[in-house]
């Protein structure tokens, strides 16, 4: 997918990014993401069994556990929800959060640690599914700026359109957004 904005003398053009790196690998996370599947590598490395992992759920009761589930149909996709499809998918593993960690990084506040650990799941299932962008933006026809890595194509549309806002604060224009999609 890729797409042309015109905004305030300015052309954003966002495309997929080719060069994507594996979220897990990368970058920090405040939980861990642990799967068994026998055609895919989900998720964090590990040396889980899952007799020995429901073992330390049973022994740690006080840390948040989301279940993960992919679906395999021409392509994969994992959600904490079910997909509901008894032929093409199924639970593979969990994600969760150490209760130290719901202390240290949320207050305690195990809902918003329960939204943390989704939307890492949603983050890798971008990555999964190839939806990582970037953006580049041309005035009068030279780059001044880009940003690649973006997980998720709205995501990515709505930090190149507040980049170009910025820009017309700064050279004075109005910071007002209109889309005029072009191609």
């Not at 964090?44 to 395999?72: C, M, Q, R, V």
């Not at 209760?99 to 918003?112: K, N, W, Y």
């Amino acid at each position: 997918m890729s797409e042309t904005i015109r905004l305030g003398g300015y052309v954003i053009s966002i495309e997929q990014d080719t060069d994507v790196v594996n979220p897990r690998d990368d970058y920090d996370h405040a939980g861990k993401m642990i799967s068994w599947h026998n055609r895919y590598l989900l998720g964090d490395k590990h040396t889980w069994g899952i007799d020995s992992f429901n073992a330390f759920k049973e022994a740690h009761p006080e840390h948040l556990y989301l279940p993960i589930f992919l679906y395999d149909h021409s392509g994969i996709t994992i959600s904490t929800s079910s997909f509901r499809d008894h032929w093409d998918s199924g639970q593979v593993g969990w994600t969760y959060m150490e209760a130290s960690v719901i202390e240290s990084e949320f207050g305690g506040d195990r809902q918003q640690a329960e939204k943390r650990l989704e939307s890492d799941i949603k983050e890798y299932d971008d990555y999964i599914r190839g939806e990582v962008y970037g953006y580049t933006i041309k005035k009068d026809g030279e780059e001044i700026d880009s940003c690649w890595g973006m997980y998720g194509f709205e995501y990515c549309k709505d930090a190149a359109v507040w980049a170009v806002e910025t820009l017309l604060g700064i050279d004075g224009e109005p910071a007002l957004c209109h889309y005029n999609s072009a191609e």
